[in-house]
């Protein structure tokens, strides 16, 4: 069975101090990986799509890495606009779906 | 350009009543997903249409539940009868066109329907 699973589920970071969100998958095959962001009351936003292992990809103080059999998102020095959720999507080969995780809720407290 | 449009955001019925949760995709879009969340849960996917197909409705209950996304005019999402475990958040996703027309992958959110109900 496909799955999706992130941790931590919750975590809190002072400003500046860096950390790392993970995402697992179980897939049957990866089309691709996707990282969005979504803040309370408001729609996913998407922030990276990663297609192969070793693939790296950099937006500010985020970067998105993925193996074969996970992805991590890390946060250099964040800053309290970067507290949100922080969802993990599969697309597999089939193309009609995207398997998404419960997301880690990420607190950066100034 | 503007993003995915859903409306209402926010909607009320009493059980048995009727849901209908629009939405318009993005200007060049023709893949559209809908999505449920719950909270303390993740999106779980619902459906999948293009522009009069419904290419994947695995994730949809079999009764009660019905989309469309018609040649002219937005997506719908129709809850017939609503019961109190259909309160919940709808997000509608849409996607352009990818060469093997299955979408590019990146899915562009509306800031989603609130049903609740009483």
């Known amino acids: 069975e496909d799955q999706v699973t992130q941790s931590p589920e919750a975590l809190r970071l002072q400003e500046g101090e860096s950390s790392s969100l993970n995402c697992s998958y179980t897939?049957?095959?990866?089309?691709?990986l996707f990282w969005y962001r979504q803040d309370p009351g408001k729609g996913p936003e998407f922030l990276f799509t990663?297609?192969?292992a070793g693939e790296e990809k950099e937006k500010e103080r985020l970067k998105a890495t993925l193996t074969k059999k996970e992805s991590f998102l890390h946060i250099t020095a964040p800053k309290p606009e970067d507290s949100a959720t922080y969802l993990c999507a599969v697309q597999t080969n089939t193309g009609n779906q995207f398997y998404f995780g419960t997301g880690t809720s990420l607190t950066v407290i100034p | 350009n503007a993003g995915v449009m859903q409306n209402p955001r926010h909607l009320v019925r009493r059980r048995g009543q009727e849901a209908r949760l629009r939405c318009s995709p993005m200007k060049g879009h023709s893949h559209v997903y809908w999505y449920r969340q719950l909270p303390e849960e993740g999106l779980k996917f619902m459906v999948y249409?293009?522009?009069?197909?419904?290419?994947?409705e695995s994730g949809m209950p079999k009764e009660r539940f019905s989309a469309e996304f018609p040649k002219e005019g937005p997506s719908i999402l129709r809850i017939q009868q609503v019961v109190r475990g259909d309160s919940a958040a709808y997000f509608c996703?849409?996607?352009?066109?990818?060469?093997?027309?299955?979408?590019?992958?990146?899915?562009?959110f509306g800031e989603g329907s609130r049903l609740t109900v009483l």
């Open positions: 249409l293009q522009k009069e197909n419904i290419i994947d």
């Open positions: 990663l297609y192969s």
């Open positions: 996703a849409s996607s352009p066109p990818g060469l093997a027309g299955g979408g590019t992958g990146e899915l562009f």
């Open positions: 897939v049957s095959g990866l089309r691709g």
